[in-house]
């Protein structure tokens, strides 16, 4: 079983930053593929960043150069996978979610959401102009 539990969701400004993270925890093989995606008003769901096999990373185009995903391992059973968004637009105005799975998920780029198995509530980032 997995865990996942998203924060740091908030509002800001057009140009403002926010850090978001999900702390995790459970089997760390079902940990090993983490994504950040994202669901705008309307919108189907899009991973935003992924990170895998270590440090590896993936990034949608519309984020690149802009969003940064990182992840601090506390233990085998714990870790925390953090989101840091700079020079937000409202295009970035999403509910954003953290989702879990084996690295096989990763193998599929950009991630599917309905390939994923464990997903945290959310938290909502809103961007004003």
């Known amino acids: 079983q997995v865990r996942l539990a998203e924060s740091g969701g908030g509002s800001v400004q057009t140009g403002g930053s926010l850090t978001l993270s999900c702390l995790t925890s459970?089997?760390?093989?079902?940990?090993?593929?983490m994504v950040w995606f994202r669901q705008r008003s309307g919108k189907e769901r899009e991973g935003v960043a992924a990170?895998?096999?270590?440090?590896?990373?993936?990034?949608?185009d519309s984020v690149k150069g802009r969003f940064v995903i990182s992840r601090d391992d506390s233990d085998d059973s714990r870790s925390t996978v953090s989101l840091e968004m700079s020079r937000l637009e409202p295009e970035d105005t999403a509910m954003y979610y953290c989702?879990?799975?084996?690295?096989?998920?990763?193998?599929?780029?950009?991630?599917?959401?309905?390939?994923?198995?464990?997903w945290g509530r959310g938290t909502q980032v809103t961007v004003s102009s």
């Open positions: 990170i895998f096999a270590g440090d590896n990373t993936w990034y949608a």
């Open positions: 459970g089997d760390r093989y079902m940990r090993s593929c």
């Open positions: 989702a879990a799975d084996d690295a096989g998920r990763c193998g599929t780029l950009p991630p599917i959401p309905r390939h994923f198995q464990f």
